[in-house]
């Protein structure tokens, strides 16, 4: 049972490129968030999908871009990565029927920008 | 609003003693309340959950938590510390009335003294 499963785990990026973490469930969630995490902080929410086709901005959303064609897939994208985009990335994912507010996490995705 | 203060950003303890990581919330409805794990470079696991039902609750490896209204806490315990329990522990409400999304603390660092 794969769970949430992120890839690539670690990406070094120069200032100005642009890339994808990519972030794929085998659950059959509706929930699905990123989130970034700062040394010493909490999680940050980027965006969350309620769904396939509706997507919303969480806390931090700023140059960043998500997508939900799947139930299973919930892409991020950084389109001008910039050295405060510099942080571990994790996927999560939520079941709306069992209504609980657990969150599933992937393994994270350590984003470094030189 | 939501919002989740966890006190202390280090505890150490020796093995064999008492863990106590505390944590205060502020939510606007009834919340459903999570203690994460997180050890190093690994995504975060649920160690217990409340979702008003009884207000202590017993999670994973000896932990567990109670859920005080009054006192707006949600203090998690372990009476006997073992080494594997070093870790990052993260207190987190949640927002069921809307985007189900997690708040999470800015963490606790435990450490385990021989």
């Known amino acids: 049972n794969a769970g949430v499963t992120q890839t690539p785990k670690f990406r070094i990026l120069k200032i100005g490129q642009s890339m994808t973490l990519q972030c794929t469930q085998d659950?059959?969630?509706?929930?699905m968030y990123w989130y970034r995490q700062d040394p010493g902080m909490g999680l940050k929410l980027i965006y969350y999908s309620v769904g396939a086709g509706i997507t919303d901005k969480g806390e931090v959303p700023n140059g960043y871009n998500v997508s939900r064609s799947t139930t299973e897939d919930f892409p991020l994208r950084l389109e001008l990565a910039a050295p405060s985009q510099t942080s571990v990335y994790f996927c999560?994912?939520?079941?709306?029927?069992?209504?609980?507010?657990?969150?599933?996490f992937g393994e994270g995705s350590r984003l470094t920008v030189l | 609003a939501q919002s989740v203060t966890q006190l202390d950003s280090h505890v150490s303890v020796s093995e064999g003693t008492p863990v106590l990581l505390r944590c205060n919330y502020s939510?606007?409805?009834?919340?459903?309340l999570f203690w994460y794990v997180q050890h190093p470079n690994k995504g975060l696991q649920l160690l217990l959950k409340?979702?008003?039902?009884?207000?202590l609750v017993k999670g994973i490896n000896g932990f567990e938590a109670e859920f005080k209204k009054s006192e707006t806490s949600f203090h998690l315990t372990k009476p006997s510390a073992h080494m594997s329990d070093a870790a990052e522990y993260f207190c987190?409400?949640?927002?069921?009335?809307?985007?189900?999304?997690?708040?999470f603390g800015s963490g606790t660092r435990l450490q385990v003294q021989p």
């Open positions: 987190v409400v949640s927002d069921l009335a809307g985007r189900r999304a997690l708040t």
């Open positions: 659950m059959n969630h509706n929930y």
């Open positions: 939510s606007s409805y009834s919340p459903s």
């Open positions: 999560a994912s939520s079941d709306r029927v069992q209504n609980t507010g657990e969150l599933f």
């Open positions: 409340y979702t008003s039902a009884a207000t």
